[in-house]
């Protein structure tokens, strides 16, 4: 049977944290770190019983505690586009305004028959 796929979708949050030369080597947002860190995990490269993972990472990485209806509206679009191209979702961001995304999505997206999970 063919691999399942999902498709992560990443807004930023601890996930997204690494060391910032930059900053001293500091925890920050990086670009990319969650999909290196995908990448480097052999329970999602080794084992052909796990689904095919696609990250997908917003740039610039947004803060969840300014985040609003046209982020939620684009994590929604996003989702739409992809839809017959993953067998389900994970929406990744910080949890300061995670409760108020769901709740946008849920009234956005009624009776899909897949899921979304965040």
Request: glycine share 8%; proline share 7%; hydrophobic share 40%.
């Amino acid at each position: 049977r063919p691999r399942k796929r999902i498709l992560i979708l990443c807004t930023g949050g601890t996930l997204t944290m690494s060391n910032d030369p930059a900053k001293g080597n500091s925890l920050a947002p990086v670009q990319g770190a969650l999909t290196s860190y995908i990448e480097h995990m052999r329970e999602f490269t080794e084992d052909p019983e796990m689904p095919e993972i696609v990250a997908h990472e917003y740039e610039p990485l947004i803060d969840s505690s300014d985040m609003g209806p046209g982020d939620w509206a684009l994590v929604a679009e996003d989702i739409a586009e992809n839809y017959y191209h993953f067998d389900g979702f994970v929406v990744l961001m910080g949890t300061d305004t995670m409760a108020f995304a769901a709740s946008a999505l849920t009234f956005m997206f009624q009776n899909l028959g897949k899921p979304v999970v965040f």
